[in-house]
């Protein structure tokens, strides 16, 4: 079902369904539901930055689309070195919309346990978000990453920007890859050397539907999320956020929106602490 589809911001959507579930990746279809649904958008915040979630959607598939034509193969490993922001959740989605494994690296695992995680899974790219370009560029000095991509400017990286240009042959992103191998990669470090992970996506979907069931998003909820859980359930419990049009804050401080409380918190699992008081604006 669905296995042709395409999207993008150049194409009208028209001819597709509007889908209540990720196909391929957790924001597989998110762009067109968002585009045909416009007034159930969300927004996802931090650092200073808000997004609205069509925008955020849009960003994925466009640079998802930049990926491939820079010669990313499916089951391909990135990782990405980002606080909890949205610089983290754009670059971890992205990777897994083209069909690849995301590699989200702990800031707080020391330079030598990145490193390590990076060889051990032939990692060549490495998505960073700006303030910690320099550490990115020491650790692909140290292993087999070839190019740094960094969302903002930083000296010796290529912008974030540059995957977000039109296609010269008018080719947009094609939900489909991400039906392939695709996934978040978790790691630890044991006396044995480094153990890794592969949460693919029936996983991540499991974990989607669940949380879906037991947390009974609205629009109206915001949804906060820091260091603490894991990285799949972290990354699940966003998508549904951005699916379902609520509020997400990302990173530890992070205020709600004026005027809203903090509804759901990944405190490390997901778990409902409030009811959402009323609508408001995020």
């Known amino acids: 079902m669905g296995v042709g589809l395409t999207s993008g911001t150049e194409r009208s959507g028209r001819h597709l369904p509007r889908r209540d579930d990720p196909i391929g990746s957790l924001t597989g279809g998110l762009c ?65 919309a083209v069909g690849g494994r995301a590699l989200p690296l702990s800031t707080e695992s020391d330079p030598d346990t990145q490193c390590a995680v990076l060889a051990e899974t032939d990692a060549r790219l490495l998505l960073v978000s700006a303030e910690l ?4 560029l020491e650790l692909a000095e140290r292993s087999r990453v ?13 912008p974030f920007e540059d995957l977000l240009q039109p296609s010269p042959d008018g080719n947009g992103y094609n939900p489909t890859r991400g039906l392939f191998d695709n996934g978040i990669l978790g790691y ?16 991540l979907m499991s974990r989607f539907t669940d949380l879906r069931g037991r947390l009974e998003l609205t629009a109206d909820d915001v949804v906060a999320v820091d260091e603490r859980g894991d990285e799949p359930t972290r990354a699940a419990l966003v998508a549904l956020a951005l699916w379902t049009g609520a509020c997400v804050v990302c990173g530890s401080g992070s205020p709600a929106p004026e005027g809203r409380q903090v509804t759901v918190r990944c405190a490390p699992e ?9 609508e408001g604006m995020c």
């Open 270 to 278: 997901p778990v409902r602490v409030a009811h959402p008081r009323a």
């Open 32 to 96: 067109e539901r968002l585009r045909l649904r416009p007034t159930r958008g969300g927004s996802i915040r931090g650092a200073g930055r808000r997004v609205d979630a069509l925008t955020f959607a849009a960003t994925v598939e466009r640079a998802a689309a930049g990926l491939s034509r820079r010669g990313l193969c499916l089951g391909d490993v990135v990782g990405v070195l980002a606080p909890v922001s949205p610089d983290r959740f754009t670059a971890t989605y992205t990777v897994m």
């Open 133 to 136: 370009a320099t550490t990115a």
């Open 188 to 203: 630890d470090r044991t006396p044995e050397g480094i153990l890794t992970t592969l949460y693919p996506h029936s996983d």
């Open 146 to 158: 070839r190019q740094v991509i960094a969302f903002g400017d930083a000296l010796g990286t290529t």
